[in-house]
């Protein structure tokens, strides 16, 4: 595993038919590919969503600042779930 202090990388990303580009650190582009794979969707499609939600939000934060959020967000619930099993 890279080390979490890495800088963030800049990827290419397709959104609605527009290419863009997103700087995430390699941790987060791994958590990324990961949901991803567990929705079954690519990563393009699944940024997409993200940036849907991003946008209707009433204040939008940047693209790789919602999928940071998106992320956190993610791995917060799934912690929950696991408390809430074992209590």
């Known amino acids: 595993m890279i080390s979490p202090y890495h800088p ?42 993200i940036d849907v939600e991003r946008i209707a939000s009433p204040n939008p934060p940047g693209l790789a600042g919602a999928l940071r959020l998106w992320l956190a967000a993610r791995l917060a ?4 779930r696991s408390t809430d099993a074992e209590g």
């Not at 990324?32 to 499609?45: S, Y």
């Not at 619930?77 to 929950?80: D, T, V, Y």
């Open 8 to 49: 963030p990388v800049k990827r290419s990303v397709e959104i609605a038919g527009h290419k863009t580009s997103i700087s995430l650190e390699p941790l987060f582009w791994d958590l990324l590919r990961t949901a991803a794979q567990d929705e079954g969707v690519p990563i393009n499609a699944l940024v997409a969503r």
């Open 77 to 80: 619930a799934r912690g929950l």
